[in-house]
């Protein structure tokens, strides 16, 4: 700067020694060397560092710069901005999957209820087992738990259709699908139309690759999105850009205070379930390339969902079928090798030579291998078809209803008895729609 404004000096010399011209007559020039003049006087004297002699002080009170009234607050204070909807904070108790008392739940509920008191917005808690049974809870040292309506056989049912699913990864899946059903269901017992939930930027891509290894394709878009639109009430991860650590630095610096209760989950290695295997997996590469995570949560932010559809959804997670494709798929193969596994020798050369397969029949011989209707009954009333509310379950009969990651999870239980009474009822419901849709579809003109 000092050597710019010098420049201009030499100049304006040598105009007037060159020349010989009196800048006085000349207004508009003499003008400019003197704009010129100041501009660089002022650029070298206040806005290089060495030069200035007076520091601003930000404790000084000033006016802001553009109203000149008020004081300026942005950046000096913290700025709240007023919500446009009002927060309700809801607390879905799962004592009952870890076989707690109910003293023991009691007392866990009263200690999250506390660490979310302070917020300030009005708190609610549910259990897993009746969510639809929504207390509102004023003071959690004073809240009456017997409200709560505490239900043994409720709870030892979901326990029970838990515990008969023989993988640990479809257990997952299954505990994670009731919990969603769970704060849908209490949301709307406190008309909400919205939900906010807490997952971060590290457990959305821990879930993208899981998902994608247990098959739920076109499921992948809600499950880890900004925006799950599967039900009416549409559930928003507004943290979802931000990392675990980043999380839990903000929350020790804050003095934040949550702490997470165990879960099936809790204590286990990477090999127990698919999740923790891809969770130990992700976190290690991690450690020695840092934009791991990062690279797979933007790589899921790619996938979308057809919202054109107009297909029933799934029954159990209420997401669009992907199990009714024509065309050849994983799906199809994987059907396939279960009948060659279950058949074996029985099926004969016309069943296996290339140039009968196109013709085949996979839904047939499907039902063949059915072992759930071996010994069971279509009806349980006098035989003409008038009674079907009470008809014991088939496997076969519920696949149909299921997407493909669902289906995985149903076929792992042991007894399709033991699914929570809310799902057999919805399962018998679309059953019977879908039976009589089949029968009257030939007199619909």
């Not at 300030?120 to 009746?130: C, D, Q």
């Not at 919805?426 to 619909?444: P, T």
């Amino acid at each position: 700067m000092v050597g710019i404004y010098r420049s201009f000096q030499g100049l304006e010399t040598c105009v007037k020694l060159k020349y010989g011209l009196d800048l006085s007559e000349y207004p508009g020039l003499e003008n400019l060397f003197s704009s010129m003049s100041r501009m660089c006087s002022l650029t070298e004297s206040e806005l290089e560092p060495e030069l200035v002699k007076a520091r601003l002080d930000p404790t000084q009170i000033h006016l802001c710069k553009k109203c000149k009234e008020n004081k300026p607050i942005t950046g000096i204070e913290s700025d709240h901005k007023k919500l446009l909807f009002h927060p309700h904070v809801l607390y879905v108790d799962e004592g009952c999957l870890l076989q707690l008392n109910k003293q023991q739940r009691i007392n866990n509920i009263r200690e999250r209820l506390k660490e979310a008191e302070y917020t300030g917005f009005p708190l609610y808690v549910s259990l897993l087992e009746t969510p639809s049974r929504v207390s509102f809870v004023s003071s959690p040292t004073e809240f009456d738990y017997a409200e709560l309506s505490f239900n043994d056989g409720l709870g030892e049912e979901l326990l029970r259709a838990v515990e008969n699913i023989k993988e640990n990864s479809a257990k997952e899946d299954f505990i994670n699908t009731m919990r969603r059903r769970s704060i849908l269901t209490g949301s709307k017992e406190m008309d909400c139309s919205k939900v906010f939930t807490g997952e971060n930027g590290t457990k959305i891509s821990i879930d993208l690759l899981a998902g994608v290894s247990m098959g739920k394709g076109v499921n992948l878009s809600h499950e880890t999105g900004f925006k799950d639109t599967r039900d009416p009430v549409t559930i928003l991860r507004p943290l979802r850009d931000v990392s675990g650590k980043e999380l839990a630095l903000y929350s020790q610096f804050h003095s934040l205070m949550f702490s997470p209760g165990p879960n099936l989950t809790t204590g286990k290695d990477g090999l127990f379930s698919i999740r923790k295997l891809t969770e130990e997996f992700l976190v290690g590469l991690q450690a020695d390339f840092p934009a791991t995570l990062s690279t797979v949560f933007r790589t899921g932010d790619k996938l979308q969902v057809d919202t054109e559809e107009t297909v029933e959804p799934c029954i159990l997670c209420e997401g669009p079928l992907d199990t009714n494709a024509t065309e050849h798929c994983s799906l199809q193969a994987t059907y396939w090798s279960q009948i060659v596994s279950s058949k074996g020798t029985t099926l004969g050369d016309e069943f296996l030579s290339c140039d009968n397969l196109e013709t085949l029949s996979l839904e047939t011989l499907r039902m063949e291998i059915d072992p759930s209707c071996s010994s069971r009954t279509d009806c349980c009333g006098e035989g003409d078809g008038s009674c079907k509310s009470n008809r014991v379950l088939r496997l076969r009969d519920v696949l149909p209803l299921l997407c493909y990651s669902c289906m995985r999870t149903i076929t792992n239980s042991k007894n399709l008895e033991t699914l929570p009474k809310k799902v057999l009822e919805a399962i018998q419901l679309r059953r019977n729609r879908l039976e009589m849709k089949n029968e009257i579809s030939d007199f619909l003109l």
